[in-house]
């Protein structure tokens, strides 16, 4: 075993570094949650004013609404005001009611925290253009006979002011360099925000992993007294760091989520807030773990199982549906992780101890190690039936990719590991060592591929299109939510004169024709139109190349009359 041990200190402290990162990275995810619709539309130009905005997610939003800001602001940059927000019982919509708006354009910024306690922003506009009823005719007063004036001497008029200039006129240059330049200390300052964010996480997951491995190992193992003091020792060590991780990670998790929202209550997140409460109850029991750690293996692993359930509060498991088994595989898979990391840490510092408690470790390490890996993938592809719509999607974004990957380096991974087992039983140090470096790289390749994938969101990121043609005698709506290759759901809105009855509406995407049928759903305020009837076409396309497809719509009038419309999908 010399030759193992000389070998093996740099490698595994290497590995153990990977492991922290890929899985410290876990809590600096994208937000899986995004804005999916808006009503009124982005770039939407409408003929009665809205009396209410709303905003539909994704995913589901903070249940707090201190977090959540919207700012609507009108041609001249003044602010519309707004009343408390509203989120519906679903958590994925968020309303604002609107004072009446004049006509013009009004430019939309919104800001939200989504369940899994990450932010997200973004802005879009739309344009009032009610029709405005022709003024009265005023008839001009009779021209009077002129009158003959007195000749008056006139002194000259002292020089007038100069007339007040708009700031703005003529400054346009000025005004670019100045936000220019703002926007360049915003962009070094957010910058700098997010690298203190991923730093803290990355450092609050490390130790995370670790203490609760250490705990896991405690309860499975039992030790003698010289190993269970050196045991507690590190321990205590591991959850001091921890708990100042977990303070620094709250902190710039916080800054995070109430940035420029003077309304966000930290209380009332944590009160309100599956994030908040994860927060409240793993700083509770790191606190506990002072006095209760590392002296009893049932209190050890009762009080791991409670840290895996505060942290499946937060993060990507409180975004999707069903909670349930999104939690339940989020902490069996944080939970295998860290008997991972936790065994890769006790195998180090032990190597280091004593060669005789290395022994010892090494075989039940190679044996959990395995075990974990198994349900680590498990609990992987469990969560991906979870997170993703269909199954079609893995291929639509670099998350599925990577996570392709990480399933066809699995199967080599399992053999592998299985025979290093076998290797570890005898006595050849040499053959021991290669096969577990072969081990090693595979786990370093999959834990590589995890740690990216815990930076990328699932979700694919929707093209919708929206096209409305105002016309005289005919309006017409073309909405799809998610623009791909293959099938695509499609709506199709159509107005005519009041009384005239449905018309025909045939829909070509290239040469696909899309199969509709007629759909009754209820009229939004703006969607009225006086003197005219809507009918709403629901159906599917097939679109070969997004990229060159055209949309032609034919409407055929109960009247006889016909009118076509087309549009290139990519046109803006």
């Not at 003698?224 to 990670?249: C, D, K, N, P, V």
């Not at 009041?498 to 209820?522: H, N, W």
């Not at 969607?527 to 809507?534: A, H, N, R, S, Y």
Request: proline share 5%; with cysteine; hydrophobic share 50%.
């Amino acid at each position: 075993m010399s030759d193992i041990r000389r070998r093996l200190p740099a490698g595994l402290c290497s590995l153990l570094l990977l492991i922290a990162l890929c899985f410290g990275g876990g809590g600096t995810a994208l937000a899986h949650t995004a804005l999916s619709d808006t009503s009124p539309a982005d770039g939407e130009v409408l003929e009665a004013a809205p009396e209410e905005l709303r905003l539909t997610f994704s995913g589901k939003l903070s249940e707090a609404a201190s977090l959540h800001t919207i700012h609507i602001t009108g041609d001249g940059q003044e602010a519309v005001a707004l009343e408390e927000l509203a989120l519906s019982e679903n958590l994925r919509e968020l309303a604002a009611a609107l004072p009446e708006l004049a006509n013009g354009t009004y430019d939309v910024s919104w800001r939200v925290v989504a369940a899994d306690g990450h932010t997200m922003e973004g802005g879009y506009r739309f344009t009032v253009a009610a029709p405005v009823p022709e003024a009265p005719a005023v008839e001009e007063p009779a021209e009077e006979a002129p009158t003959e004036l007195t000749p008056e001497i006139v002194e000259p008029a002292e020089p007038s002011a100069p007339a007040p200039v708009d700031e703005h006129v003529g400054h346009e240059d000025h005004g670019d360099h100045g936000q220019a330049g703002h926007d360049s200390h915003e962009s070094t300052a957010h910058r700098s925000s997010n690298a203190f964010v991923f730093g803290t996480r990355i450092l609050y997951y490390f130790t995370f992993l670790s203490l609760l491995g250490w705990a896991l190992w405690s309860a499975i193992r039992a030790l003698g007294s010289e190993q269970a003091a050196y045991w507690r020792h590190a321990g205590t060590m591991l959850l001091g760091l921890h708990l100042a991780a977990f303070i620094l990670f709250v902190a710039a998790h916080w800054a995070e989520m109430s940035a420029g929202n003077e309304t966000a209550s930290f209380m009332e997140t944590l009160r309100y807030t599956a994030t908040g409460q994860s927060w409240l109850f793993t700083g509770l029991l790191s606190l506990a773990g002072f006095p209760l750690l590392f002296r009893y293996r049932a209190v050890d692993g009762i009080w791991a199982l409670l840290m895996l359930g505060a942290a499946t509060l937060r993060g990507h498991s409180s975004s999707f549906e069903p909670l349930l088994w999104s939690r339940l595989a989020d902490g069996i898979h944080l939970g295998a992780a860290a008997v991972w990391v936790g065994g890769l840490l006790a195998l180090v510092l032990l190597l280091r101890k004593s060669r005789e408690w290395f022994r010892t470790f090494a075989p039940a390490f190679s044996t959990a190690a395995l075990a974990a890996f198994v349900v680590l993938a498990v609990s992987g592809v469990v969560t991906a039936f979870i997170y993703v719509e269909q199954w079609s999607d893995l291929t639509r974004t670099t998350w599925g990719w990577l996570l392709l990957a990480k399933a066809a380096l699995a199967i080599v991974v399992i053999p592998i590991a299985a025979l290093l087992r076998r290797r570890l039983r005898s006595t050849n140090d040499v053959s021991f060592r290669r096969w577990l470096g072969a081990d090693l790289a595979l786990m370093a390749s999959v834990v590589i591929i995890t740690g990216v994938l815990t930076h990328v969101s699932p979700v694919v990121e929707r093209v919708p299109f929206h096209w409305h043609v105002m016309g005289e005698t005919v309006h017409l709506t073309v909405e799809m939510p998610d623009v791909r290759a293959g099938a695509n759901a499609i709506d199709v809105k159509v107005w005519v004169p009041e009384g005239e009855g449905a018309p025909e509406v045939t829909v070509f995407v290239s040469e696909a024709k899309a199969t509709l049928r007629v759909e009754e759903i209820p009229l939004e305020p703006w969607e009225v139109f006086e003197g005219f009837d809507k009918y709403t076409y629901t159906g599917n396309v097939n679109i070969a190349d997004p990229e060159t497809a055209i949309v032609r719509v034919t409407i055929e009038r109960a009247n006889g009359e016909t009118h076509e419309y087309d549009k290139t999908l990519t046109e803006p």
